[in-house]
Each structure stands twice: as C-alpha cells, then as structure tokens.
C-alpha cells in the first residue's frame, strides 16, 4: 500500500522554482510533524525543512530564504515551493514525518543545471 507520494520535481535552470508535492495517506499524516528530505549522489539523506501540525515551520541553512513548506490537514498533503534554485539543489527529494519514519516514497527528482 502506498502511503506517501512525492511529485513535481523536474529539469530547471539555476535560478528557477519547482513546486513539490507530497500526497499522504491519512493514518501517516494526521498529527504528525513532516519534512521533506533530499539525497544527493553519493551522499546520506538530510532534512531540509519540517512543519509542526499547527505550522511551524524550520529550515536548513543551506535553504532558508528561498523554500516554503506548506500543509494542509485537511487534504493531507504538504508542498516545498522552491525558489532560487542552485545546482547544489540537485536532489531526489521525499516527504516523511519528522519522527517514527514510514517506509519512503518513490521520490522525486530535482535537476537544477544550465
């Protein structure tokens, strides 16, 4: 059974934006903190940014200032708007909760190159 589904990822110049979108099922969303999380090649997984039930929300340095996390409890669904892109963005990218993780997602891709 498929819990969690990421889209929205794609090819973008440096400097572009990507809105990504996670669709949970209701028993893994409702009343959990979530995230979205990228991997790179070669390199460990990481959290990028995480949004509280009530909607706070907190970032990594390295994205701070240019990704917004969005919920909503209601349809069960998060959004990563994703401005500035850089290259270092380039990244498989998933959503989870924040603590007792659920098997992951397929992904999805993010390319960020000229």
């Known amino acids: 059974q498929v819990q969690l589904v990421e889209s929205g990822g794609g090819l973008v110049q440096p400097g572009g934006s990507l809105r990504l979108s996670c669709a949970a099922a209701?028993?893994?969303?409702?009343?959990?903190?979530m995230g979205w999380y990228r991997q790179a090649p070669g390199k460990q997984r990481e959290l990028v940014a995480s949004?509280?039930?009530?909607?706070?929300?907190n970032y990594v340095d390295a994205v701070k200032g240019r990704f917004a996390i969005s919920r909503d409890n209601d349809k069960n669904t998060m959004v990563l708007q994703m401005n500035s892109l850089k290259p270092e963005d380039t990244a498989l990218y998933y959503c989870?909760?924040?603590?007792?993780?659920?098997?992951w997602g397929q992904g999805t891709q993010v390319t960020v190159s000229s």
């Open positions: 989870n909760r924040l603590s007792v993780l659920v098997p």
């Open positions: 209701r028993n893994i969303f409702r009343n959990q903190n």
């Open positions: 949004i509280t039930v009530g909607g706070m929300t």
